[in-house]
């Protein structure tokens, strides 16, 4: 499908719609709509605007209906669709049935990083457990500040006949709702409790949608009272809107002394986050990078920032970083940290950079990012800042000898990765998981989406995966989320409809949620996803091992007799015959040939298909030789806990607060 093929927020709905009013039912200036019909027709008016580009800011509607929003957006959006189909057009705003509701949270969230978040969708559910079960998708929006609209319905707000289905009491208070758990994970939160509360609770909302340095999960609760109370508003108020959203230039004070610092650098290093996709700065890194010579580690957001054969990229940074980027972050001079949220995994949980003297300057929207690390802080657009910084370090190119010793690091991970993914004899013949990424990798157009989020995937993704398109890379991290590949897939494909997304995800993270298979049959929307089968949750069980604590319940086991643990045979589970009742295409893979073949048959296919392989969950990927903080128990009577705490002691003694202040 494609919400964006007709603009009907451009027509006269006054000459179109049924539900207008009757100019003698309400006063002059008015229309008389429920709060959620105004909600419906306000959105639809929404765009946001960059460098002379307009777009719809809301571009659909998901949603599962309960009897807290059916008779409310349920019955405002039937309304809508009604009025535009019947017409011949399409819904000003069109509604996807979802089947689960963080699922549909991930799906919108999906799509609006790949707009840019410049676009998103909106998600209404039910009252109670419909609504709670956006938390999880809420928490992963605000934390990876990608705009997602929420709209739970909510309880009565005259209390009439209080206490509900699926009402929480509280002794205490009177107005706490199970709604208030978004309140921590939203990055704005409001309740309508009467309709003259809407046209603010609105307005606030596209506010906070459209600013790059405060988006994330916006959550708007409609009483279910108050969702189906009559109003007269302002016709204004559905008037089109223009969000502009802005590019603020660096302040000239906080340039001059970051191009300072630069320019003093013998081992600078830029690490690059995702703020250079949103701020379409790809290009303005490149440039940089290649009139100053500055070498590029990626996070996970970032990695696509600069492709993979670019001379200046060194690929992955931090606790899965590649061998060549972790060695010039240890030994930078000058770390220059453009759109990145500093997180653990990026900075091998603050191990990382090991110069006593390194320096950090921090390009950045969010003020609270830009001044992690006691950086110096440069609180402006990437695609500015960059442009800028390159002009005011003319003439400046880091050492020949430094620019050799990283293109030789460079060589020898790219020969590490070429020996990980190739496809070798094994006596048992399973592939490994990097195997399973070389061909994918290889098989697929370069504007492809590999979509995966959670597991020993992402760790291996970030390593071993060789990016061609700046957004052919979509691993979300930031929250790291079980469940999100195959919603988050969707999400990337209604974003792209011309590129094939590959969603690459584990056995356990898919019986999290592989639900939105059934969406994508809905809606004949063409995912392509490749289910790696090890038998239980591989990423923990190796880090299980390596805490000391033999990965303990981390395997797909029966309970045996003997012992009465989880250490019996493996449990029958056939994933491909569950993914097959979603009615989406499976083909089994056994070997790498069939993998192949089972990867080009999915591309040539118009559908979505689910490739099933099994593969060895021992086999990982080069180590990266940085660490990640996970405590070890203090005291234990196991000899592997001991053994492992005693490593834990020495790299956490390695650990830097970074808390100089940068006045040099």
């Known amino acids: ?105 991930h799906t919108a969230v999906a799509y609006a990083r790949m707009r840019d978040r410049l676009q998103t969708w909106a998600v209404t559910t039910s009252v109670g457990p419909g609504a709670t079960n956006m938390v999880t998708g809420a928490a992963l929006a605000t934390i990876n500040r990608l705009p997602v609209l929420l709209l739970p319905a909510d309880t009565f707000a005259d209390r009439s006949a ?112 995702g703020g250079v996709h949103y701020s379409d700065a790809t290009d303005a890194l490149a440039v940089f990078c290649e009139r100053t010579g500055v070498p590029v580690g990626q996070t996970q957001a970032g990695k696509g920032t600069l492709l ?70 440069v609180v402006a657009d990437a695609r500015e800042t960059l442009r800028e910084l390159t002009v005011m370090l003319r003439g400046y190119r880091v050492p020949q000898a430094y620019r050799e010793e ?18 070798a004899p094994r006596a048992d013949g399973l592939l490994s998981q990097g195997e399973v990424i ?42 790291s989320c079980m469940g999100y590949e195959v919603a988050g897939g969707l999400g990337v494909r209604m974003a792209c409809p011309d590129r094939d997304v590959f969603v690459l995800v584990g056995d356990g993270s898919y019986l ?4 939105e298979l059934a969406t994508a049959v809905q809606e004949g929307i063409k995912i392509i996803t490749v289910l790696v089968q090890n038998h239980g949750f591989a990423s923990i069980g190796a880090l299980s091992e390596s805490l000391g604590s033999q990965r303990f319940g981390t395997q797909y086991r029966y309970r045996s007799a003997p012992t009465g643990r989880l250490d019996g045979d493996r449990l029958p589970i056939d994933l491909a015959a569950n993914a097959a009742s979603f009615g989406v295409r499976v083909l089994r893979a056994a070997s790498a040939e069939e993998l192949a073949a089972a990867i080009r048959t999915a591309k040539a296919a118009d559908d979505s298909t689910v490739i099933h392989v099994e593969t060895d969950p021992l086999t990982g990927s080069p180590d990266s030789g940085a660490w990640w903080d996970v405590p070890v128990a203090e005291v234990s009577e196991l000899a592997t806990t001991r053994t492992a705490r005693t490593s834990y002691e020495q790299n956490k003694a390695t650990q830097r607060p970074f808390l100089r202040p940068d006045h040099r």
């Not at 207008?20 to 008016?45: H, I, K, M, N, S």
């Not at 980027?325 to 990026?346: C, L, Q």
Request: a negative charge; hydrophobic letters at 40%; aromatic letters at 8%.
């Open 1 to 105: 499908m494609d919400p964006s093929a007709m603009d009907p927020s451009a027509t006269d709905l006054t000459a179109t719609d049924p539900t207008a009013t009757d100019p003698a039912e309400a006063p002059e200036g008015t229309v008389r709509l429920t709060v959620a019909q105004a909600t419906v027709r306000f959105l639809a008016a929404q765009y946001s605007e960059r460098d002379g580009t307009r777009r719809r800011l809301i571009e659909g509607c998901f949603g599962i209906f309960g009897h807290g929003n059916v008779a409310a957006l349920g019955q405002a959006l039937l309304q809508d669709e009604l009025t535009w189909t019947d017409g011949g057009g399409r819904s000003s705003l069109p509604y996807v049935l979802g089947r689960n509701e963080q699922a549909m949270v």
């Open 438 to 479: 070389g061909l994918v990798n290889e098989l697929s157009d370069p504007r492809d989406v590999v979509v995966c989020a959670a597991g020993s995937m992402p760790g291996d993704l970030h390593k071993l995966w060789r990016v061609r398109e700046p957004k052919g890379y979509h691993v979300e991290y930031g929250y």
């Open 162 to 273: 209080s206490p509900l289905l699926q009402e929480l009491e509280q002794p205490w208070a009177g107005d706490v709702t199970v709604n208030d758990c978004f309140r921590p994970v939203s990055a704005y939160f409001d309740r309508v409790w009467r309709p003259e509360q809407l046209p603010a609770a609105l307005m606030s909302a596209m506010r906070v949608l459209t600013d790059p340095a405060a988006t994330g999960a916006v959550t708007l609760c409609l009483p279910q009272d108050v969702g189906v109370q009559a109003h007269e508003w302002p016709v204004e108020l559905f008037d089109d809107r223009v969000w502009y959203v802005a590019r603020p230039a660096p302040e000239s004070r906080a340039l001059e002394r970051a191009a300072g610092i630069v320019s003093s650098a013998r081992r600078p290093l830029v690490v690059a986050g």
């Open 512 to 515: 999290m949620m592989a639900t």
């Open 406 to 423: 990283y293109t030789r690091a460079g060589a020898e991970w790219t020969a590490r990765v070429d020996a990980t993914v190739a496809p």
């Open 308 to 377: 993979d054969d670019h001379p200046q990229c060194l690929g992955a940074i931090g606790a899965t970083g590649t061998t060549a980027a972790n060695a010039a972050a240890r030994d930078a001079d000058v770390v220059i940290g453009v759109g990145t949220r500093w997180s653990d995994f990026t900075t091998a949980s603050r191990t990382l950079f090991r110069n006593p003297d390194v320096r950090f300057v921090n390009i950045n929207l969010a003020p609270i990012d830009s001044v992690k690390h006691s950086g110096v802080a």
